[in-house]
């Protein structure tokens, strides 16, 4: 059996299974559930967990070979941030014909942009050393939010229309965005600046 973290929850329904930043299997099941239910889920998911934690390496590899941010690059980054958001979002906006009140940049570990019902965009300053292309399409696709708040067909027939390499722009975050948060971690943590 494979070693993994076992947290009971209270008010949990079913079982899930996530890989942490180490490699490690984490399952959080109800607290009903036998120990030998939880070994044949994670037994189960053998080969998602050998493909995640293969990925997760890569990962690391990479954030390791660039190195963790210093404190001079988080500076830039949000000053460089603030500078080509505040470029993008009107230029989208009338694209759209929207109107939006704030554009805020700050970290967040889950969301590369929001935008909230009083028409505030907040956005990933680390969207700032990524293409251009990419964070200009997290940009459009926050302001599709001013008009539609969700993610139904109107709300993509708009992004299509103010930035057609949306979905390009989406995959190369989803493939490239973790080694960027990797870094950043680096950096709250101490690490050593790469090479
Ligand atoms: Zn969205």
Redesign the pocket.
């Known amino acids: 059996m494979d070693d993994y973290l076992l947290i009971r929850k209270a008010g949990r329904r079913r079982l899930s299974l996530k890989i942490d930043e180490e490699g490690r299997a984490v399952v959080v099941a109800p607290l009903w559930v036998p120990k030998r239910t939880v070994d044949e889920f994670v037994a189960s998911n053998a080969r998602f967990i050998e493909r995640r934690r293969e990925s997760e390496k890569l990962v690391a590899r990479e954030a390791e070979r660039l190195g963790a941010y210093t404190e001079e690059d988080i500076k830039r980054l949000k000053k460089v941030a603030r500078e080509k958001l505040s470029a993008a979002v009107p230029k989208f906006a009338e694209a759209l014909g929207v109107k939006y009140n704030r554009i805020t940049v700050r970290y967040q570990k889950t969301k590369w ?3 909230s019902s009083a028409g505030n965009l907040n956005f990933n300053f680390l969207l700032a050393d990524m293409p251009e292309e990419v964070l200009e399409a997290v940009a459009a ?2 302001v ?2 001013l008009k539609n708040m969700n ?1 139904g067909a109107a ?1 993509y027939r708009d992004l299509d229309k103010i930035c057609p390499w949306h979905k390009s722009a989406r995959k190369w975050l989803k493939e490239e965005g973790s080694v960027y948060h990797r870094r950043y971690g680096m950096y709250l943590s101490g690490g050593v600046r790469g090479e």
């Open positions: 942009g929001s935008c696709h926050e599709c939010h993610h709300f």
